[in-house]
T-cell receptor
Framework: GAGVSQTPSNKVTEKGKYVELRCDPI?????LYWYRQSLGQGPEFLIY????????DSGLPNDRFFAVRPEGSVSTLKIQRTERGDSAVYLC??????????????FGPGTRLTVL | SQQGEEDPQALSIQEGENATMNCSYK?????LQWYRQNSGRGLVHLIL???NEREKHSGRLRVTLDTSKKSSSLLITASRAADTASYFC??????????WGAGTKLIIKP
C-alpha cells in the first residue's frame, strides 16, 4: 500500500509570504504528526493529531504556525509571514495507535522549505 | 529543542566491521526507537525497545537499553555499504510524542 506522501517536495518562497504544506497519511492511520528538521539535526516535534483534533500542539514555535486535519485524514501545515529561520525540511508521519507495533511512526519524504 | 544526545556525531568504518552508536536521554521514557535516514530520503523505523526491556535484536541490529543510566546503544554487525546513513534515536514519554537526538552519521567504506 501507499506510504505517507507530502506535497510539494520543495517549496521556495520569499520572506513574509504564506505557505501551505500538505500531508497524506497512510490510509486508516488515526494519528498524524508534523516535525521540522534543520540541517544536521534530528526532527523537532511540532504537532500531533488524533483524528481531526490537535491532541498536542506544544511544539509549534509561535502563532505563525497552524495545522489542520478537517476530515481526519489529510493534514495541512500553514505558515504565515514566513521568516528565513523557518527554512527546514518539514516531515509528516502517521501511526495507528493500538494496533500491532503501536508506537511506530511512518514518515513521509518531507517538504524542503526555503525562505529567501 | 533536542533533548537526546547521540555519540559519536560521526563514525567511519570499513565494510564488514561492527558499528556502535550510543544515545543518552534525560527524562523517564515509555519506549526508545532507532531510525535510519539516508541522504535525501525519509526516516525509516528500525527497532523499538520498551522501557521494561533490556535488549532487542532485529537481523543485524542489536539494541540495548539501560534505564538506570538513561542510555541506549545500537549495534550494527557485519556492516555493509548500504548501511551508510544517519541514525537517530527517539524516545517517547507517551505513546505518541517522540523526542529526537541529533543523530550519528555513519559512513561504511568499501
Amino acid at each position: 500500500g501507499a506510504g505517507v506522501s507530502q506535497t510539494p517536495s520543495n517549496k521556495v518562497t520569499e520572506k513574509g509570504k504564506y505557505v501551505e504544506l500538505r500531508c497524506d497519511p497512510i490510509s486508516g492511520h488515526t494519528a498524524l504528526y508534523w516535525y521540522r528538521q534543520s540541517l544536521g539535526q534530528g526532527p523537532e516535534f511540532l504537532i500531533y493529531f488524533q483524528g481531526t483534533g490537535a491532541a498536542d500542539d506544544s511544539g509549534l514555535p509561535n502563532d505563525r504556525f497552524f495545522a489542520v486535519r478537517p476530515e481526519g485524514s489529510v493534514s495541512t501545515l500553514k505558515i504565515q509571514r514566513t521568516e528565513r529561520g523557518d527554512s527546514a525540511v518539514y516531515l509528516c508521519a502517521s501511526s495507528s495507535p493500538g494496533r500491532g507495533p503501536t508506537d511506530t511512526q511512518y514518515f513521509g519524504p518531507g517538504t524542503r522549505l526555503t525562505v529567501l | 529543542s533536542q533533548q537526546g544526545e547521540e555519540d559519536p556525531q560521526a563514525l567511519s568504518i570499513q565494510e564488514g566491521e561492527n558499528a556502535t552508536m550510543n544515545c543518552s536521554y534525560k527524562t523517564s521514557i515509555n519506549n526508545l526507537q532507532w531510525y535510519r535516514q539516508n541522504s535525501g530520503r525519509g526516516l525509516v523505523h528500525l527497532i523499538l525497545i520498551r522501557s521494561n526491556e533490556r535488549e532487542k535484536h532485529s537481523g543485524r541490529l542489536r539494541v540495548t537499553l539501560d534505564t538506570s543510566k538513561k542510555s541506549s546503544s545500537l549495534l550494527i554487525t557485519a556492516s555493509r555499504a548500504a548501511d551508510t546513513a544517519s541514525y537517530f534515536c527517539a524516545y517517547g514519554r507517551s505513546n505518541y510524542q517522540l523526542i529526537w537526538g541529533a543523530g550519528t552519521k555513519l559512513i561504511i567504506k568499501p
